[in-house]
Antibody, heavy 127, light 107 residues
Framework: QLQLQESGPGLVKPSETLSLTCTVSGGSISSSSYYWGWIRQPPGKGLEWIGS???????YYNPSLKSRVTISVDTSKNQFSLKLSSVTAADTAVYYC???????????????????WGKGTTVTVSS | SYELTQPLSVSVALGQTARITCGGNNIGSKNVHWYQQKPGQAPVLVIY???NRPSGIPERFSGSNSGNTATLTISRAQAGDEADYYC??????????FGGGTKLTVL
């Protein structure tokens, strides 16, 4: 059974970089047709997609966060990671990692959804 | 930009049918996915590609998508169905788009 587990600091200072890692167990991160990514949820608010990565290193990023986000993958450790720079209080949220299922037609993506989620980790931005 | 509109809340009597809508411009041309999120828990995929149920999701959950509206239908609603529900699509410009979420209350 595939499981995802987020890890990283629960408290980050303003202007610093938030760093989280997601460890995948029960399956390989190098599986075809799957991307691996991050979603966040500020307290009391809805879901916001951050971005995702394929095992080869190909990425998609939310245009509104793209300038501050880097997602990387380490296939040897079956892990992928998130870095979000220049954080502010608005980046305080529960951060989830999730497996993304992708469907393509002639190499063009036409559906994309998250079928397995981690339990989430709370990150607070405060001095 | 592409936006998805959901009602803030929907109420349903125990055992009755709940319908949660997700509106978007020509959403019928896109694949819509639905997630259930209970308090303090991670979201769970309940419908993918408009009307498909992942394994382990009861048959009471179904989905449809046409025109400018996608609908998640929950038949014979149970107390355990109380949760927030989010629709989601892939858009070529915005990429992953979530609706604002709907709180389902079972009376």
């Amino acid at each position: 059974q595939l499981q995802l587990q987020e890890s990283g600091p629960g408290l980050v200072k303003p202007s610093e970089t938030l760093s989280l890692t997601c460890t995948v167990s029960g399956g390989s991160i190098s599986s075809s047709s799957y991307y691996w990514g991050w979603i966040r949820q500020p307290p009391g608010k809805g879901l916001e997609w951050i971005g995702s990565i394929y095992y080869s290193g190909s990425t998609y990023y939310n245009p509104s966060l793209k300038s501050r986000v880097t997602i990387s993958v380490d296939t040897s450790k079956n892990q992928f990671s998130l870095k979000l720079s220049s954080v502010t209080a608005a980046d305080t949220a529960v951060y989830y990692c999730a497996r993304h299922r992708a469907g393509t037609v002639r190499l063009v993506l036409y559906y994309y959804y998250m079928d397995v989620w981690g339990k989430g980790t709370t990150v607070t931005v405060s001095s | 930009s592409y936006e998805l509109t959901q009602p803030l809340s929907v109420s349903v009597a125990l055992g009755q049918t709940a319908r949660i809508t997700c509106g978007g411009n020509n959403i019928g041309s896109k694949n819509v996915h639905w997630y259930q999120q209970k308090p303090g828990q991670a979201p769970v995929l309940v419908i993918y590609r408009d009307s498909n149920r992942p394994s382990g999701i009861p048959e009471r959950f179904s989905g449809s998508n046409s025109g400018n509206t996608a609908t998640l239908t929950i038949s014979r609603a149970q107390a355990g169905d109380e949760a927030d529900y989010y629709c989601q699509v892939w858009d070529s410009s915005i990429l992953v788009v979530f609706g604002g979420g709907t709180k389902l209350t079972v009376l």
